[in-house]
């Protein structure tokens, strides 16, 4: 681990629970949902300016966690990178908003919460980003199938046409 | 079918002033299908006259599920979906993906791969930097800088041509290597635009950098100060027309760019015109850096010989039954990758282009998230464009240089 990074990774683990990995050379701190923005606050104050990506994971079926927030800081003053994982479980996901902290959070989170239907308390305009407003279902969990589209070849063009959803109108 | 859900004034009520609920200032769609969006982008306007009260982006015209159709795919095959995110820079997007899989799975690449890959990335960057200075400039009515641009571009994608028989969506650049080996050709190509670029980039600022009427649209419109751009996540040529050294060719080498000698331009303003200084001499870097790698291009391999992970020469196959079998498993199953995530981040025309990687010990990533520069580069436009004219907003949106294959994913 970087020299620098330690004594950060220590107040982390200190102040709000949080364990540490190291996975490729990279340090990786689980942080618990409920202290996330006090967490990224502090960060921040030590120099993890910029929210590089925000992203999550489904472990469906696993349901306690079923998903990982993932946030990658990145420090342009000390040359440091790190990850805060946070487990949300798969009931009702909600995990307060960071948007506060980094503003760009505010399309990230839109962007979480229309893809795996986690929400974020404290968010400002949280709607859908990405897919229609009347979506139905978060795309990409596990869960969600992947839709195909039946090829068409001659013989059965007509029939598989009258199958489609726009042969109902 | 389901009938479409139209989106009342309601539902927006929290994004827009009081003024607008009463009636004072007027609720205007641009786009999404409006020339000067540069793709499928809608942005609300509340307007006071001519001014921008505020600017709310709608965006995901242009999605096409390209994460969840990766999960779906082997580590190779899911590699082409990542040329059609940031349609301008499909070595780039390649190169990011590459690392994470490389990072993943732990191969290493040879020399001489290595440095071609640089040589295509900072083609592609001059490239997409074009089609930028082109379209921009368009937009600001500067008509022939188009043509001008464009006519420069076919001579790169020419170079990407020869090497990998695709002028744009190339997957070129594989786990562990190269496709293939550059053609014989590619040398006297790249020397070509070596000797005549310099001249062409010089024949651009001939016509816009001193012009009294480019100079009037950009000088302080759309100004974006650093604190502002780091908190907002704004990465690349905007965040160092911002002030703020911030380059990862140089503060986190990937490929070997350690070894090249190259300036990372920045300007203070912060403007539109401080934006437009430092994408060209980021044009002029650019063909420095191919320069020094041309002159050093070692011989030797191009992919590396590790068969778990990457598939054996075409050659190969005919005489080693163990190549066979390696050529088979990998087009059918693929390699199953060791578990865990990792985050590589590459410098993209735009800014920081990262993948994050998940893999369960399967052929298939498990997750795939890309963190496109332009989603955050996009939302940082709201800012600068408070308290503009309409007019200035078309050289703000010119000057951001979104790709909304790139928000969109």
Request: with cysteine; proline share 7%; charged share 25%.
């Given at each position: 681990?970087?020299?620098?990074?330690?004594?950060?990774?220590?107040?982390?683990?200190?102040?709000?629970?949080?364990?540490?990995?190291?996975?490729?050379?990279?340090?990786?701190?689980?942080?618990?949902?409920?202290?996330?923005?006090?967490?990224?606050?502090?960060?921040?104050?030590?120099?993890?300016?910029?929210?590089?990506?925000?992203?999550?994971?489904?472990?469906?079926?696993?349901?306690?966690?079923?998903?990982?927030?993932?946030?990658?800081?990145?420090?342009?003053?000390?040359?440091?990178?790190?990850?805060?994982?946070?487990?949300?479980?798969?009931?009702?996901?909600?995990?307060?908003?960071?948007?506060?902290?980094?503003?760009?959070?505010?399309w990230r989170e839109r962007e979480l919460w229309d893809m795996f239907g986690i929400k974020?308390?404290?968010?400002?305009?949280?709607?859908?980003?990405?897919?229609?407003?009347?979506?139905?279902?978060?795309?990409?969990?596990?869960?969600?199938?992947?839709?195909?589209?039946?090829?068409?070849?001659?013989?059965?063009?007509?029939?598989?046409?009258?199958?489609?959803?726009?042969?109902?109108? | 079918?389901?009938?479409?859900?139209?989106?009342?004034?309601?539902?927006?009520?929290?994004?827009?002033?009081?003024?607008?609920?009463?009636?004072?200032?007027?609720?205007?769609?641009?786009?999404?299908?409006?020339?000067?969006?540069?793709?499928?982008?809608?942005?609300?306007?509340?307007?006071?006259?001519?001014?921008?009260?505020?600017?709310?982006?709608?965006?995901?015209?242009?999605?096409?599920?390209?994460?969840?159709?990766?999960?779906?795919?082997?580590?190779?095959?899911?590699?082409?979906?990542?040329?059609?995110?940031?349609?301008?820079?499909?070595?780039?997007?390649?190169?990011?993906?590459?690392?994470?899989?490389?990072?993943?799975?732990?191969?290493?690449?040879?020399?001489?791969?290595?440095?071609?890959?640089?040589?295509?990335?900072?083609?592609?960057?001059?490239?997409?930097?074009?089609?930028?200075?082109?379209?921009?400039?368009?937009?600001?009515?500067?008509?022939?800088?188009?043509?001008?641009?464009?006519?420069?571009?076919?001579?790169?994608?020419?170079?990407?041509?020869?090497?990998?028989?695709?002028?744009?969506?190339?997957?070129?650049?594989?786990?562990?290597?190269?496709?293939?080996?550059?053609?014989?050709?590619?040398?006297?190509?790249?020397?070509?635009?070596?000797?005549?670029?310099?001249?062409?980039?010089?024949?651009?600022?001939?016509?816009?950098?001193?012009?009294?009427?480019?100079?009037?649209?950009?000088?302080?419109?759309?100004?974006?100060?650093?604190?502002?751009?780091?908190?907002?996540?704004?990465?690349?040529?905007?965040?160092?027309?911002?002030?703020?050294?911030?380059?990862?060719?140089?503060?986190?080498p990937y490929s070997g760019y350690e070894q090249y000698d190259f300036v990372v331009p920045?300007?203070?303003?912060?403007?539109?015109?401080?934006?437009?200084?430092?994408?060209?001499?980021?044009?002029?870097?650019?063909?420095?850096?191919?320069?020094?790698?041309?002159?050093?291009?070692?011989?030797?391999?191009?992919?590396?010989?590790?068969?778990?992970?990457?598939?054996?020469?075409?050659?190969?196959?005919?005489?080693?039954?163990?190549?066979?079998?390696?050529?088979?498993?990998?087009?059918?199953?693929?390699?199953?990758?060791?578990?865990?995530?990792?985050?590589?981040?590459?410098?993209?025309?735009?800014?920081?282009?990262?993948?994050?990687?998940?893999?369960?010990?399967?052929?298939?990533?498990?997750?795939?998230?890309?963190?496109?520069?332009?989603?955050?580069?996009?939302?940082?436009?709201?800012?600068?464009?408070?308290?503009?004219?309409?007019?200035?907003?078309?050289?703000?949106?010119?000057?951001?240089?979104?790709?909304?294959?790139?928000?969109?994913?």
């Amino acid at each position: 681990m970087d020299k620098k990074l330690e004594p950060i990774v220590e107040k982390l683990k200190q102040d709000f629970g949080a364990t540490a990995s190291k996975d490729r050379g990279d340090v990786s701190l689980v942080v618990p949902a409920e202290k996330i923005a006090e967490a990224c606050r502090q960060l921040q104050g030590q120099g993890f300016e910029l929210l590089s990506a925000m992203t999550a994971v489904d472990y469906w079926p696993q349901e306690t966690p079923r998903f990982h927030v993932v946030y990658e800081l990145t420090s342009l003053s000390n040359h440091l990178t790190l990850e805060l994982r946070v487990p949300v479980p798969g009931v009702n996901p909600s995990l307060p908003t960071v948007s506060a902290v980094y503003r760009n959070a505010n399309w990230r989170e839109r962007e979480l919460w229309d893809m795996f239907g986690i929400k974020f308390s404290g968010h400002s305009d949280l709607r859908r980003i990405l897919m229609p407003a009347d979506w139905e279902g978060h795309p990409l969990r596990k869960d969600y199938p992947l839709g195909y589209e039946e090829p068409q070849f001659t013989f059965n063009y007509k029939e598989i046409n009258l199958r489609k959803p726009y042969a109902k109108e | 079918m389901p009938d479409i859900q139209e989106i009342s004034v309601d539902q927006l009520k929290h994004l827009v002033s009081d003024r607008a609920l009463k009636g004072e200032t007027m609720l205007l769609n641009m786009g999404p299908q409006h020339p000067s969006t540069h793709g499928v982008l809608r942005l609300l306007l509340e307007l006071d006259g001519e001014i921008i009260i505020n600017c709310i982006p709608d965006v995901g015209f242009l999605h096409t599920g390209v994460e969840k159709n990766m999960e779906a795919k082997t580590y190779q095959k899911a590699e082409v979906m990542s040329d059609r995110l940031d349609y301008m820079n499909p070595v780039g997007n390649n190169l990011a993906y590459c690392l994470a899989v490389e990072k993943l799975v732990g191969l290493d690449v040879p020399e001489r791969a290595q440095v071609i890959r640089v040589i295509l990335a900072e083609l592609t960057r001059f490239q997409s930097h074009l089609v930028w200075l082109g379209t921009a400039a368009l937009d600001l009515a500067a008509m022939s800088m188009f043509l001008y641009c464009f006519r420069e571009r076919e001579y790169i994608l020419d170079v990407m041509e020869i090497c990998s028989g695709q002028r744009m969506m190339t997957t070129y650049v594989r786990p562990g290597g190269l496709w293939r080996d550059v053609p014989v050709e590619f040398e006297a190509a790249v020397r070509e635009i070596l000797r005549t670029f310099p001249r062409r980039v010089d024949e651009y600022e001939a016509l816009l950098t001193r012009n009294p009427l480019f100079l009037d649209r950009t000088l302080g419109i759309g100004k974006l100060s650093a604190e502002d751009a780091l908190n907002l996540g704004v990465t690349g040529p905007l965040l160092r027309a911002s002030g703020v050294k911030w380059d990862l060719r140089k503060d986190r080498p990937y490929s070997g760019y350690e070894q090249y000698d190259f300036v990372v331009p920045t300007r203070p303003e912060g403007d539109v015109y401080a934006r437009y200084l430092v994408r060209i001499e980021e044009m002029r870097q650019c063909l420095r850096i191919v320069e020094q790698a041309l002159n050093k291009l070692p011989y030797g391999p191009v992919r590396s010989n590790n068969y778990k992970f990457v598939p054996p020469p075409r050659s190969e196959i005919g005489v080693s039954m163990e190549a066979l079998i390696h050529h088979f498993k990998q087009w059918t199953e693929g390699f199953n990758a060791p578990q865990g995530s990792v985050y590589r981040a590459v410098e993209s025309p735009r800014g920081e282009l990262g993948v994050y990687l998940e893999s369960d010990g399967g052929p298939k990533p498990y997750r795939v998230h890309w963190r496109t520069p332009s989603f955050d580069n996009l939302q940082a436009m709201p800012l600068m464009c408070k308290g503009v004219l309409v007019a200035d907003l078309i050289a703000i949106i010119g000057s951001v240089d979104i790709v909304l294959g790139d928000i969109d994913r």
